[in-house]
């Protein structure tokens, strides 16, 4: 090669890098959108299960998994209680024709559970059932590759399967929360055990949102100390004036439907948005201390003062005119 075309050559390759944008410029460019951040503010569940039931056509088990779900909207969920009754027992289904009972798998409705648990045996324990034998007929990184893939079909297919068990035998309510994750709590007065529970969290200041299942509107005075302590309110069960005292209410259609979940990342940037405008607003406060200097200035209010130069001359007189006036004498 020539001397001119290496010379070319070498110039060409230098324009080039000069005009692509180094490495370290395109990570930070590709990074520097802000992600959006989950909450992270701690939130309780404080559940009266005889004050705030869920519609008698969904399980108890799936209340509570939404109500969960809800409440993972408004950040961390750091623990969930429900407070219940020893006699407690779960309401009859509904037997009205438009309650319908929903594959978990594939979403198809049918109008009798019988026809569900037919289908559900027929066509997706034998998919279960096939996906399984190859899984155990795959050897190596094929077997793990499959697995993989089929994993998210797994689950789904067991977690279908133990709700339709759970359905046919169905537990006592404590063992339908404990299976949701809620911590059950057996006493005879259920509203009272709530109360002091709620008082504990917000004397400790462990929370930072307290999520409140209920309709009694007893509880009305725990709301007004959340709000004195800063603590965030929401209220489950909206149907009662409850809710009224709290910063946002739902109703559990409002939470069973997914509304709630979907309000509640635009309800969390109007909390923050707002305390940072109370943080920068202004304020006037009286100021004493220039009144107290004032007075540690003096050491009387003037009068005696006053008094004293009556007796001897007018006060309008200065000292130098009694000075002249001898001296003219």
Partial sequence: MSRPLYNLRRR?????????????????????????????????????????????????????????????????????????????RLPDP???????????????????????????????????AKRLERIESS??????????????????????????????????????LRRAGVHAELSRYPSTALRDRAQEVLDDGSVGCLLLVSGREELSPLLRLAKEKGVRSVVVGGESGLARWADTGFTWAEVIAGKARKAAPSMSGKWRDRDV?????????????EDVMFEEDGDGDGSEELAGSANGKPWWKLESDGEDSSLCT
């Fill in 139 to 176: 050897r190596g990184d094929r077997r793990v590759r499959l697995a993989a893939s089929l994993s998210f079909k797994l689950s789904k297919y067991t977690k279908a399967a133990r709700e339709l068990t759970a359905g046919v035998n169905p537990g006592s309510p404590a063992d339908e």
């Fill in 12 to 88: 060409l390759l230098a324009s080039t890098l000069r005009v692509l944008p180094s490495p370290s410029h395109r990570l930070s460019t590709t990074t520097s959108t802000p992600a959006t951040r989950a909450p992270t503010t701690p939130v309780a569940v404080l559940w009266d299960l005889a004050a705030s039931r869920p519609p008698s056509k969904h399980p108890l088990y799936d209340s509570a998994v939404r109500l969960h779900l809800a409440a993972s909207s408004f950040g961390r969920l750091r623990f969930s209680a429900a407070f219940l009754h020893p006699c407690h």
């Fill in 94 to 128: 509904d037997p009205s024709a438009d309650a319908t009972n929903l594959c978990r798998v594939c979403g198809r409705k049918f109008r009798a559970r019988d026809a569900l648990l037919r289908h559900f045996d027929t066509i997706h324990t034998r998919e279960h």
């Fill in 277 to 289: 405008l109370k943080g920068l607003e202004w304020r006037y406060e009286d100021d004493d201390e």
